[in-house]
């Protein structure tokens, strides 16, 4: 059975950080690309971030690039979303998803159960 759960979400401040993490069970996980995506009020879901089956190669959405940061440890099957500089747009559910193709697609082959992050002072 194939599981992602993330966590480390919560509240934070404009220009603050937060670091999510996913944790990944029942697939072969250095096969599969990773990524985030988030879904904020009102809005569709978005990819947020993206990192190669290896974790040598990252693509990011032009609204987190330079903020964010995508890493992996493929040891521990884990996977992190370092966010910087936050802003009250960050504001949404973010949701850790595992697919075949490295890129920036709307869809995953498997979803976690999203954790909120809250941006507000």
């Known amino acids: 059975q194939v599981q992602l759960v993330e966590s480390g979400g919560g509240l934070v401040q404009p220009g603050g950080s937060l670091r999510l993490s996913c944790t990944l069970s029942?697939?072969?996980?250095?096969?599969?690309?990773i990524g985030w995506w988030r879904q904020g009020p009102g809005k569709e879901r978005e990819p947020v971030a993206v990192?190669?089956?290896?974790?040598?190669?990252?693509l990011y959405a032009d609204s987190v690039k330079g903020r964010f940061t995508i890493s992996r440890n493929n040891a521990e099957n884990m996977v992190y979303l370092q966010m910087n500089s936050v802003k009250p747009e960050d504001t949404a559910i973010y949701y850790c998803?595992?697919?075949?193709?490295?890129?920036?697609?709307?869809?995953?082959?498997?979803w976690g159960q999203g954790t909120q992050v809250t941006v507000s002072s």
């Open positions: 029942g697939i072969i996980f250095r096969t599969k690309a």
């Open positions: 998803g595992a697919r075949r193709m490295y890129d920036l697609g709307p869809q995953a082959d498997y």
């Open positions: 990192i190669s089956s290896g974790g040598g190669n990252t």
